[in-house]
């Protein structure tokens, strides 16, 4: 055996908290010779910490970009974040250190590379041939504003416009610029008196790669000539331009502009348009100019062999449809249809089958990127049906305000949750496989089931499948569906308590095991729910009203009705108040005129549809007292084996036997501490000592309502509650905040009093005054004696103190392993049991799995109690503290769990100043202690969980999963595991020229750029126009880049060359990716000055 000496406790500890924690380790030593040893096997070098992967849809999205090839996406966000996104469970999150919105993306096609501009007017050269992309290289501009960028397919030279109307060419391989500029006022000369605005667009013609096609923002639009440095014509219109697009044949564009209107151009006629269209407009009689509409924000025109071109746009409605949804148009010859979408659309892409633009484009889908959604329509089905998304985007259709974490579960329940949620999936998808489908899969390394569960605003859940590194939804539950909806806001009972969203998930209490799950709602509800296969209809749905008060005076019941004592160790019997019911009530309001007595919801009174999945079982709800709305629940725990479920709030705690459908227990929370006199303590608030129970409680006049007493929803992070946890739930009245809170509850089987000699059912309390009670559960025999005969429950007098609110308890056997709750296998409620099924259910006592309940009865247990200030491991039965450690002086521990890694067990802490923690059971020597992040707001708090195996997770934004690893092991992993965004794949050939276009000229006109860029002959660019500065690199180290990149390149282009293709485009493609390598290391720079002059074949 182990003795833990004072090196030992101090392994892993930050200097910060050494000396505080030396004494205590102290004290721990002592304490711990008197205990069995326990051998412990983690240690420091086990925990490292590191983000895994993260899910969901980009929170504000501001650019979109595909690869054509690669059959990559790619979304950048209004914070600098960039996601890309290939087959599904295929994902990847980068972030741009100076969070600067991303205005811009650009894929160079087919190379692993994605240029990004930022509202910093910083580019960024991106690879993508890692695991985890890159920034390569960066340039800064100091005098002009990015506002468009263009990257010709195959081409290396970027052309950037700037909001003084002016065109810069950056080299990508080098990230420099070029000498060559277009100055705005070259471009329009005399065509226009005044500036003609920023650049809206920059494109080549398809047909000619030294013709220019410049668009400025006042209406102005040049065809510029690269080669003589001068415009061949200019385009003039009276509306703002927002975007241009060319036919592939480079005869014709179109403008979309501020007025609703699109110009279609013919390139030889610059003195007026073609065609005008508008879209959206009404057309008048006599032949006058329709009405003008929205802008029309974007316009693709894209052409197909067999039939007539499409012209896609968003916006340009007329401006009297108000309130109308926005709207993509696909117009397609004489057909218009215009697609109605749930959010306003940010940009939208049309998929095409080949990348040269100077080809049939041949489209195929359009991808709509809209403010909180991704859509894709199929172009080639009728009616334009949209593909189903694959991705986890849909986290946050209603907003999350909680969510548990459970990694290895019973391998059945991924399975028997897919099955009941196939039958929820929408139909009217597009028949085609999903067409982002690039990257591949990285290597399964962890092989066992993680569920996620999110809780929702509109009191939905889902369960999501979470097993290595991807996100699926399994199955979707409304708990919503149990109650009446009141139709409009004036129909609204006024007994609510929230303003908005009165369904909202506050607490989730899931068993894996049994299946049973139990959810707290911000309407003071508790609802339980079976597992089941079969649909049955509830024709009465079971329900109960509780009547949890804050007081000690003696109360009459509102009917009169009084249930048994309860046996207090040293007082008399103490009478409490319930109000068990399984109908709605009636009594609405007390003799005084004040609202008493009713529930904040109405539960249905129609017979119940339920599908397979998850079933109602019984429904609590807390009622209104005297006029006072009831307290939002703090905490709630559910126990198969017991059949029973409990919750408390800051006016007290109830447990409910919902075999039965009976309340066992009503106290108010001073009660539970029987003869101890609870006005030893020292209320939480300074400014208010506590007032006598029953005070505060008639001060509301008759109808209304203190507005401090309506509880907030959880949907907004000022309204949250659980951040902090020692102050009262979601009320802020002095009064209130007084209160000892219900904070945390845990089922188990252990030793109750001092005296025991063998463990029993109990439940542990544990209050926000660092209060841990013991209460005994006497149950009866299983089988039918189960539901006839009643759940005997008594306080055990047993009382233990910690500094700070009670956030998580949990037990440990002898051996050291954890105890799990006892509770009861799975099976199907809904069918008939046989006589044998009903025989073995008669024998059946609930067991608890531990390693414990094989031992000697006289073996002693652990319990493990963490606060938000400190952790605990106290003896049983003895209840001798034998390891203290103090977590925290100047924060407080937002979330604790006890938690399972590599054969062992651990306490992880997450505090509110962004430190991580972990330490060791039961000694609880520190381990890891890293400043992961600043606690930025309410939602991290509200969402941080850890689970078994080292993993963990939180909502990162309103729309996103992020998750993490404190284990070694996975981090180790974490690269084998990470798809893989770039794979080897042959740029299509480009279009075949024909016999007589070869003949007789026409067809594509190629440029020798680097003739016209290039040092040689447009000199140096002014070195105080941008700042170039070189990239961090890759972090998958230098041989991966230099010989890889290089090689792979090298083996491209020469089958690239083997088709036809000029050797100057390989020599100037290998240069690129040299360059790129050189970013890396010198290893990498001698490989680019060995096979600079080389030819293709001496490779």
């Known amino acids: 055996m182990r003795k833990f000496n004072i090196r030992k406790v101090l392994d892993g500890l930050t200097a910060v908290s050494s000396a505080a924690s030396a004494s205590s380790a102290a004290q721990q030593q002592q304490a711990g010779n008197r205990e069995s040893e326990i051998q412990e096997t983690l240690q420091s070098e086990h925990f490292q910490l590191c983000k895994t992967v993260r899910h969901g849809f980009p929170y504000q999205p501001s650019a979109l970009a595909f690869d054509p090839v690669q059959k990559i996406l790619a979304i950048g966000t209004q914070t600098g974040a960039l996601r890309l996104f290939g087959r599904p469970g295929v994902e990847c999150y980068c972030q741009h250190d100076s969070g600067a919105a991303i205005i811009q993306l650009q894929f160079l096609i087919n190379e692993g590379a994605l240029v990004s501009a930022l509202a910093d007017d910083t580019l960024h050269l991106w690879n993508l041939r890692q695991k985890r992309p890159a920034i390569l290289h960066s340039l800064k501009f100091n005098r002009e504003r990015i506002t468009f960028c263009h990257l010709p397919f195959q081409s290396k030279w970027l052309y950037v416009g700037t909001e003084r109307g002016n065109i810069h060419i950056v080299n990508v391989e080098s990230f420099t610029l070029s000498g060559y500029v277009i100055m705005w006022n070259k471009a329009i000369e005399l065509s226009s008196k005044s500036h003609p605005g920023p650049i809206v667009h920059i494109s080549d013609n398809p047909m000619d790669e030294g013709k220019l096609l410049i668009g400025f923002e006042s209406g102005t639009v040049v065809l510029w000539d690269l080669k003589s440095k001068k415009a061949d014509y200019r385009y003039s219109h009276d509306e703002a331009i927002h975007s241009v697009a060319w036919h592939h044949e480079g005869k014709q564009f179109i403008c979309s502009h501020s007025d609703g209107t699109l110009t279609i151009w013919n390139v030889k006629s610059p003195t007026k348009p073609f065609q005008t269209i508008t879209p959206h407009g009404k057309q008048l ?21 067999a039939g007539e071109p499409f012209i896609i746009l968003s916006g340009g409605l007329s401006y009297d449809t108000v309130g109308r949804r926005p709207c993509l148009t696909v117009m397609h010859g004489k057909s218009t249809a215009v697609l109605e979408m749930d959010y306003s659309i940010v940009d939208f892409l049309t998929l095409c089958e080949t990348p040269y633009p100077n080809d049939f484009q041949e489209p195929y889908a359009v991808v709509v990127l809209l403010e909180k959604d991704l859509v894709l329509i199929d172009l080639a089905q009728n009616g334009y049906p949209i593909f189903e998304n694959p991705y986890p985007l849909t986290i946050h259709e209603s907003p999350v305000t909680c969510c548990e974490y459970f990694a290895d579960c019973p391998v059945d329940l991924i399975p028997a949750l897919y099955s009941v949620g196939a039958r929820q999936k929408r139909q009217g998808y597009s028949k085609k496989e999903w067409p982002i489908s690039g990257g591949n899969w990285g290597l399964i390394t962890q092989s066992y089931p993680e569920i996620i569960i999110t809780g929702h605003a509109d009191g939905s859940i889902k369960f999501w499948d979470a097993s290595a590194i991807t996100l699926q939804v399994l199955y979707k539950l409304k708990t919503a569906k149990v109650f009446e ?13 929230v303003d908005e969203d009165p369904y909202a998930i506050q607490i989730i209490s899931w068993c894996p095991e049994s299946r049973m799950l139990c959810i707290a709602g911000v309407s003071a509800h508790v609802i339980i729910y079976r597992f089941s296969k079969q649909e049955v209809t509830t024709e009465v749905i079971p329900m109960l009203e509780v009547r949890l008060l804050y007081e000690i005076n003696d109360i009459e019941s509102p009917d009169g009705e009084q249930v048994p004592p309860l046996p207090t160790p040293g007082t008399g019997s103490n009478p409490q108040s319930i109000v068990p019911q399984s109908h709605p009530s009636t009594s609405s309001s007390s003799s005084d005129g004040l609202r008493d007595n009713v529930p904040c919801l109405k539960v249905k009174n129609s017979p119940l549809k339920q599908s397979p999945g998850y079933q109602i079982e019984l429904v609590i709800q807390l009622v209104w007292v005297s006029g006072e709305p009831p307290q939002q629940i703090t905490s709630l725990a559910v126990n198969s084996a017991y059949g029973l479920v409990v919750f408390g709030n800051c006016n007290g705690i109830a447990m409910v036997d919902y075999l039965q459908k009976t309340v066992l227990l009503n106290l108010g929370t001073i009660e539970l501490y029987g003869s101890n006199d609870p006005y030893r303590r020292e209320p939480r608030s300074p400014r208010k ?42 009320v802020t009245s002095i009064d209130k905040e007084s209160r000892e809170a219900i904070s945390a509850l845990h089922f188990c089987e252990t030793f109750t009093r001092k005296a025991d000699t063998s ?28 539901l006839l005969q009643p759940v005997i429950v008594s306080p055990s007098g047993t009382i233990l103190r910690l500094k700070g609110a009670i956030l998580r308890m949990a037990f440990l056997d002898t051996t050291g392993s954890l105890v799990s709750p006892a509770h009861e296998p799975w099976r199907e409620h809904n069918v008939p049991e046989d006589k044998d099924e009903k025989d ?3 024998k059946r ?46 924060s407080f521990v937002l979330r604790g769990d006890i938690v399972s890694l590599s054969n062992s067990i651990c306490l992880a802490c997450f505090c509110a100043n962004g430190h991580i923690m972990t330490f060791s059971l039961p000694s609880l020597r520190p381990l890891l202690d890293v400043y992961y992040l600043p606690l ?29 690893t404190y284990s070694q092991e996975t981090c180790e992993n974490l690269q084998e595991m990470l798809g893989e965004l770039f794979t080897p794949v042959e740029t299509p050939e480009a279009p075949n020229r024909g016999f007589f276009k070869g003949l007789f000229g026409g067809g594509a006109q190629s440029l020798d ?5 290039g040092e040689s002959a447009s000199g140096k660019a002014s070195r105080s126009l941008a700042q170039h500065i070189p990239g961090p690199g890759g972090i998958e180290g230098v041989k991966g880049a230099a010989s890889g990149v290089v090689g792979e390149l090298a083996r491209a282009r020469l089958a690239l060359d083997e088709r036809g293709q000029k050797l100057g485009e390989l020599e100037e493609k290998t240069a690129a990716m040299l360059y790129s390598a050189d970013s890396f290391s010198k290893h990498a720079h001698e490989m680019m000055l060995k096979y600079k002059d080389k030819k293709w074949y001496q490779f």
């Open 845 to 890: 006592r609930p067991v608890s799995v531990s390693p414990s309940s094989s031992q000697e009865i006289s073996e002693n247990q652990y319990a493990v109690i963490c606060s938000e200030k400190q952790a605990k491991v106290i003896s049983l039965p003895s209840q001798n503290c034998i390891y203290k450690q103090n977590i925290t002086e100047t």
């Open 936 to 964: 930025t707001n309410m939602r991290i708090a509200r969402t941080f969980c850890f689970t078994n195996n080292g993993q963990a997770l939180y909502l990162v934004s309103p729309t996103e999963i992020q998750r993490l």
């Open 1009 to 1013: 750029r680097e003739e016209l860029f």
């Open 759 to 786: 463990p029993s059912p109990c439940l542990w309390v544990g209050t926000t005054l660092g209060t841990v009670l013991v209460i005994v559960l006497n149950l009866p025999p299983g089988g039918e004696q189960r």
């Open 285 to 305: 009689k006599d032949g006058k100019k329709p009405e003008p509409c929205k802008p029309i924000l974007k316009v693709e025109y894209k052409t197909t062999r």
């Open 689 to 730: 000592t506590r007032q006598p129970s029953g005070a505060g409680l008639c001060d509301i006049n008759e109808g209304t309502m203190v507005p401090e007493d309506r509880c907030k929803s959880p949907t907004s992070d000022v309204k949250d509650n659980s951040f902090s946890r020692s102050r009262s739930s979601s």
């Open 840 to 842: 073995k259910l008669k």
């Open 485 to 497: 909806k009141s139709r409009n806001k004036d129909d609204r009972p006024n007994t609510d308590i």
